[in-house]
């Protein structure tokens, strides 16, 4: 399996999962691009849920953080240092993203238990279908996101 691994950020060898920076890769996706991953690693893509899968469910402990970057060249970090993801018979279930460090808030820990959902498989519990209305797939829960 070919992996980017960011060696830019302040602990250098995370794994990128997904890497979004000028929108030149379309995110409205059905579910089995996102269950195989898209896009390119020397520029926009999404790793893949099945990839991601099988890269965190081998028993060893795993952390994820979100690195973002705002237009104007701002850094924000969320970092959860317990974090548990699914497979495919659970529905890429977000099982654990806990012990939030960082700047940039956390908006992630409220969509664990949610399963992954896409424009064409809803898994969320709003009424309507959360990746419709935001043009992506995403674990999102009863109010789709919050702001």
């Keep these: 399996m070919n992996l980017l691994c960011d060696a830019h950020a302040n602990d250098v060898g995370w ?3 997904q890497n ?23 520029g926009e ?4 849920l099945e990839r ?3 890269l965190v469910n081998n028993g060893r402990r795993w952390e994820i953080m979100f690195l973002l970057t705002n237009w104007g060249g701002l850094i924000q970090y969320s970092r959860f240092t317990k974090f548990q993801f699914g497979n495919a018979e659970d529905g890429y279930m977000l099982k654990q993203a806990t012990s939030y460090s960082g700047n ?4 992630i820990s409220r969509h664990a238990g949610m ?3 896409t424009y064409d498989r809803d898994n969320d519990a709003a009424p309507y279908n959360c990746a419709k209305k935001h043009r992506g797939g995403w674990w999102y829960h009863q109010q789709c996101v919050t702001r």
């Design 15 to 17: 794994i990128v999962v």
């Design 20 to 42: 979004r920076f000028n929108g030149s890769e379309s995110f409205y996706r059905k579910w089995s691009d996102y269950e195989a991953g898209f896009g390119s690693l020397d």
């Design 45 to 48: 893509f999404w790793l893949g």
């Design 52 to 54: 991601i899968s099988q």
């Design 104 to 107: 940039a808030g956390d908006s």
């Design 115 to 117: 399963k992954f959902t």
